[in-house]
Antibody, heavy 118, light 110 residues
Framework: QLRLQESGPGLVKPSETLSLICTVS????????WGWIRQPPGKGLEWIGT???????YYNPSLKSRLTISVDTSKNQFSLNLSSVTAADTAVYYC????????????WGQGTLVTVSS | QSALTQPASVSGSPGQSITISCTGT?????????VSWYQHHPGKAPKLMIY???MRPSGVSNRFSGSKSGNTASLTISGLQAEDEADYYC??????????FGGGTKLTVL
């Protein structure tokens, strides 16, 4: 059974870079699209961005200037880097899979809470 | 891109049917057949319930159905059960080749 697991620091200081890794197990990362979604406390889901296993990326325009998503198929991992964070970036961050870019996210990680605070 | 508009909450009794709306624009919901719905129990991973407006992934109950008219998509849950109580989110592809979620709807089973 496919499993996605987010990992990374739970606390990041303002103005620093938030870095998360999603490890894919029980399946291959090739031929799929991999993405990040977040949910700030008490708010709804927000699409952050998506990457194809070959490296093509699609970013939320509101985050694009601070965002980098990359993939390492040899490790079955993909990562999120969000720079110059503020308290508004505090959220539960989920990684998820799409079978195609126009498909829904069919597998999700459990999510990891990242708090931005000094 | 602005979030799609969903009612903050809906409720229904066991056995009843409810419908959750998701309103966007011609640049997202109205322009494409790529609307998805997710069920989210707090503290758990969201679950894909509907994709491509009305398609159900394998394993999802046929009590869940999706539709679309103009700029508004809808999720209908028939034969409400206690386990259906959760937050529900719609998501749509956009003309900018990006994705946008709705604000979410809290379903309460009375």
């Amino acid at each position: 059974q496919l499993r996605l697991q987010e990992s990374g620091p739970g606390l990041v200081k303002p103005s620093e870079t938030l870095s998360l890794i999603c490890t894919v197990s029980g399946g291959s990362s090739t031929n799929y699209y991999w993405g990040w979604i977040r949910q700030p406390p008490g708010k709804g889901l927000e699409w952050i961005g998506t990457i194809y296993y070959s490296g093509n990326t699609y970013y939320n325009p509101s985050l694009k200037s601070r965002l980098t998503i990359s993939v390492d198929t040899s490790k079955n991992q993909f990562s999120l880097n969000l720079s110059s964070v503020t308290a508004a970036d505090t959220a539960v961050y989920y990684c998820a899979r799409r079978s195609c870019y126009l498909c829904g996210h069919d597998f999700w990680g459990q999510g990891t809470l990242v708090t931005v605070s000094s | 891109q602005s979030a799609l508009t969903q009612p903050a909450s809906v409720s229904g009794s066991p056995g009843q049917s409810i419908t959750i709306s998701c309103t966007g624009t011609s640049s997202d919901v109205g322009g494409y057949h790529y609307v998805s719905w997710y069920q989210h129990h707090p503290g758990k991973a969201p679950k894909l319930m509907i994709y491509d407006v009305r398609m159900r992934p394998s394993g999802v109950s046929n009590r869940f159905s999706g539709s679309k008219s103009g700029n508004t998509a809808s999720l209908t849950i028939s034969g409400l059960q206690a386990e259906d109580e959760a937050d529900y989110y719609c998501s749509s592809y956009t003309s900018s080749s990006t994705w946008v979620f709705g604000g979410g709807t809290k379903l309460t089973v009375l």
